[in-house]
Structure formats: C-alpha cells, structure tokens
C-alpha cells in the first residue's frame, strides 16, 4: 500500500488549505483513512480519521475548523483546513489503517501557518 498525500503550503492565519491523499495498491473495502500531524519537537498527534463508511472522528483543537471527507470509489481522503491558526503548522502525514491491524503511512505535507 502506498499513500501519495498532495496539498501543503503557506498560508496565512485564518486562511484555508485542501490537503488531499491518494492510496494505492491493495487496499480493502473496509478501512480507516486519515490524517495525523507533528510539530517541530512534538509527538506526532491525530487531526481527523474517517471510516469507509463515512464515520468521523477529530481531534478538540480542529472540530469546527476541519472537514475530512473521502471519495472510496478513488481511495482518496481530503482534509479541508478553514480558519487556519500558527499552531496548526506542522507536517501533515496521510494514514490508512485496514484488518484492524495494518497501518500505512504517506510521507507528510508541510502546512506552514504565518501569523
């Protein structure tokens, strides 16, 4: 499985970024897609996941201000960031999980977030 995430970037404060994640590979019907991020000299924490079924979960600090959704026909999953804070800067990382058991990462995305 392979997670290829787009979308990163500068942006000011109260500013929107879409970020978006391709999956490719052999991916199973029933799954979790997502999104964690990590911030310089921080654990990696999650920010929004989202079942094939379209069940979601957010972190408290992005409720309000985030929208995962996904597209399971592509296995692609978005994260529509509005209202965009400095705290929100960080590497943004692509996550599926699938069999409970197995999970894959992307990359991670830079979003930069300038007050």
């Known amino acids: 499985v392979q997670l290829q995430a787009f979308g990163g970037g500068l942006v000011q404060a109260g500013g929107s970024l879409r970020l978006s994640c391709a999956a490719s590979?052999?991916?199973?019907?029933?799954?979790?897609m997502g999104w964690y991020r990590q911030a310089p000299g921080k654990q990696r924490e999650l920010v929004a996941l989202?079942?094939?079924?379209?069940?979601?979960n957010y972190a408290d600090s992005v409720k309000g201000r985030f929208t995962i959704s996904r597209d399971n026909a592509k296995n692609t999953v978005y994260l529509q960031m509005d209202s965009l804070k400095p705290e929100d800067t960080a590497v943004y990382y692509c996550?599926?999980?699938?069999?409970?058991?197995?999970?894959?990462w992307g990359q991670g995305t830079q979003v930069t977030v300038s007050s």
């Open positions: 996550y599926l999980n699938q069999r409970g058991w197995a999970n894959f």
């Open positions: 590979g052999s991916i199973f019907s029933t799954n979790v």
């Open positions: 989202i079942t094939s079924g379209g069940l979601t």
